[in-house]
């Protein structure tokens, strides 16, 4: 008698995130994956995004916590529809927990959907979520040497963001050593260094975005 | 035929966590488990306590990191014995790492064990590794909200430091709001405010410290 065997976990995930991606490409939307440490600033970069596309693009937030709605209220304050999910307890989002969400958007409404995952350098960078668009937001707080110690997530990443380069001066931090690590882990890597205190650098990640939906709706 | 299921990966690791504990009851040996996100600080939270430490105690470190031994040698430098677990993409500490790790020491001549797991404030709570006592390593620029976003690991701790207090007045941050917080998840925690930088809180920390190794020792 076969036994059976629940396989890798992993794989079950992947194939609800090529789901919810071609749910996304049917109803063209730009589905961007935020991670990074708790505390890093997420939210923070998406509220600023928010107030620079929200009279381009019709937003939709997606905001994973384990525990909490504050997130999502804050993000509520802009006009844009926001679903929050608790993890209760579980330390990333996955592809099911997305397509859960996803239901209570209306899909063809939107252009650009901004999931902000778990507080978490590690866990979430091995489970796709169908997005098309994977972001690390890294802030100078935790020191330069984060890429070097975290290094999976910044390899799964497309951009890297540095935040609260408002910073700079009080703390030690090189950026020059973060961007070099971050390129030797994957070379081509966008990095982009900002504050979404000061707003200082913002405009070339919202430019990089707007390339971004350009290139989707373009083909 | 009965299918065998191989049960709860967390029993396992709470059997082994239970070896680990009856060995340092045996040795005499203090065992700390500092967790917290990553960059909040606990690399620098073990060198300031080994430096204020390390006349009156015999003191082991054993580093936890997914890659590189940057934080071992650091330590290192300090003159204690540390050793370097490289978790390899793994998102915390278990107790079975630590056993292995505990054949590099000489454990009949040390008191205190300073484990410093993988940065992460998720999944190292789930954890136990057969330390005494759990610490939370919380900092300034990481927000004040992070207890009620993150309760479990805060739950499960025996103590939170709030590190990096010299950003106090530069960043938006309620010392009172968070220390609320903290005692509505966890009555009676003990919590410290201190800065790895400026030295400044740090006595209360240490006195804590050897306050737990007397009772240790006093049986």
């Known amino acids: 008698m ?20 071609a749910l996304f490409e049917k109803e063209g939307i730009l589905a961007i994956n935020v991670m990074g440490s708790p505390g890093a600033g997420k939210t923070s970069l998406l509220l600023c995004t ?52 996803l239901v209570y958007f209306n899909l063809s409404a ?43 997530i910044f390899k799964a990443a497309d951009c890297a963001l540095l935040n609260k380069i408002d910073l700079l001066e009080a703390l030690e931090f090189n950026p020059a050593r973060f961007r070099e690590d971050l390129l030797k882990i994957k070379e081509g890597l966008e990095i982009f260094e900002l504050s979404c205190r000061s707003n200082e650098g913002l405009s070339f990640w919202i430019d990089w975005l707007k390339k971004q939906r350009c290139a989707q709706v373009l083909g």
Chains 1, 2 share one sequence.
């Open 2 to 21: 076969e036994i059976k065997v629940v396989s890798n976990v992993l794989r079950t995930n992947d194939l609800l995130a090529e789901e919810n991606s």
């Open 50 to 101: 928010i107030e620079a596309l929200k009279n381009d693009l019709r937003i939709g937030v997606i905001e994973g916590d384990i525990a909490t709605t504050y997130d999502a209220e804050l993000i509520r304050e802009t006009g844009v529809e926001v679903v929050q999910i608790n993890t209760d307890g579980a330390c990333h989002l996955d592809a099911h927990m997305i397509k859960r969400a």
């Open 110 to 152: 939107l252009d650009l959907l901004l999931i902000e995952n778990v507080g978490n350098l590690v866990c979430p960078a091995s489970f796709g979520l169908g997005e098309a668009i994977k972001v690390v937001v890294s802030s100078v707080p935790e020191g330069d040497d984060k890429p070097k110690k975290y290094p999976a």
